[in-house]
Nanobody, 125 residues
Framework: QVQLAESGGGSVQAGGSLRLSCAASGSPISNLDMGWFRQAPGKEREGVAAIASDGITTGYADSVKGRFTISKDNAKNTLYLQMNSLKPEDTAMYYC??????????????????WGQGTQVTVAS
């Protein structure tokens, strides 16, 4: 069974940066397509960024392109999300997710089988 655990959330001023981490156990992440999702109160869960098992192919929501970078370290079995130039509208609970590799960086939450518990990101204006 794959288990995912996020960390790195917190409170930051607008324009600041945070790096989220997602430690995986139960499977090498080299075998997984993975993604970051977020959900703000009263809103649908949104796919923010995704990375295929190759670690090269990525995809981003338009709202975060140029500001967020998804990456992974297979040796540490960890997924990352570097978030720069944060805005108040980035405030949400952030979740990492994984699924058996199809080689596609999907941001469709229904295609993911494994989920972490989430880490809160709050951006003050």
């Amino acid at each position: 069974q794959v288990q995912l655990a996020e960390s790195g959330g917190g409170s930051v001023q607008a324009g600041g940066s945070l790096r989220l981490s997602c430690a995986a156990s139960g499977s090498p992440i080299s075998n997984l397509d993975m993604g970051w999702f977020r959900q703000a109160p009263g809103k649908e869960r949104e796919g923010v960024a995704a990375i295929a098992s190759d670690g090269i192919t990525t995809g981003y929501a338009d709202s975060v392109k140029g500001r967020f970078t998804i990456s992974k370290d297979n040796a540490k079995n960890t997924l990352y999300l570097q978030m720069n130039s944060l805005k108040p509208e980035d405030t949400a609970m952030y979740y990492c997710a994984g699924t058996k590799s199809r080689g596609l960086p999907t941001r469709n939450q229904y295609e993911y089988d494994y989920w972490g518990q989430g880490t809160q990101v709050t951006v003050a204006s």
